[in-house]
């Protein structure tokens, strides 16, 4: 099994920077690729960012967002600028691993954004 633990959400006014932590652990795993998704409420969860060898971004937060990744760390980052309102949702980690002789997707608990004066 694989384990993501988020971290480094919270309160924050419009404009400001945030900084999201996704640490992955487990045994015998292979990463293929790990994303940021967010879901506010009363909508779908869609994609924020996504890394493997090259990253993605939505248009929503293209040129504001950054997703990075130490691999000797098994940890992915999400640093959020220039925050606005409608940025503020539950962002969650997600991994595609290589593990058990197959592929498996994971996804963590989750870690509230919330932007607002």
Same mark, same amino acid.
């Given at each position: !099994?694989? $384990? @993501?633990?988020?971290?480094?959400?919270?309160?924050? !006014?419009?404009?400001?920077? @945030?900084?999201?932590s996704?640490?992955?652990?487990?045994?015998?795993?292979? *990463?293929?690729?790990?994303?940021? /998704?967010? !879901?506010?409420?009363?909508? $779908?969860?869609? @994609?924020?960012? +996504?890394?493997?060898?090259?990253?993605?971004?939505?248009?929503? +937060? $293209?040129?504001?967002?950054? *997703?990075?990744?130490?691999?000797?760390?098994? %940890?992915? /980052?999400? $640093?959020?600028?220039?925050?606005?309102?409608?940025?503020?949702?539950v /962002?969650?980690?997600?991994?595609?691993?290589?593990?058990?002789?197959?592929?498996?997707? /994971?996804?963590? !608990?989750?870690?509230q +954004? %919330? +932007?607002?004066?």
């Amino acid at each position: !099994q694989v $384990q @993501l633990v988020e971290s480094g959400g919270g309160l924050v !006014q419009p404009g400001g920077s @945030l900084r999201l932590s996704c640490a992955a652990s487990g045994s015998e795993f292979s *990463i293929k690729s790990m994303g940021w /998704y967010r !879901q506010a409420p009363g909508k $779908q969860r869609e @994609l924020v960012a +996504v890394i493997s060898s090259s990253t993605s971004y939505a248009d929503s +937060v $293209q040129g504001r967002f950054t *997703i990075s990744r130490d691999n000797a760390k098994s %940890t992915m /980052y999400l $640093q959020m600028n220039s925050l606005k309102p409608e940025d503020t949702a539950v /962002y969650y980690c997600s991994a595609i691993v290589a593990i058990f002789g197959g592929i498996r997707n /994971y996804w963590g !608990q989750g870690t509230q +954004v %919330t +932007v607002s004066s």
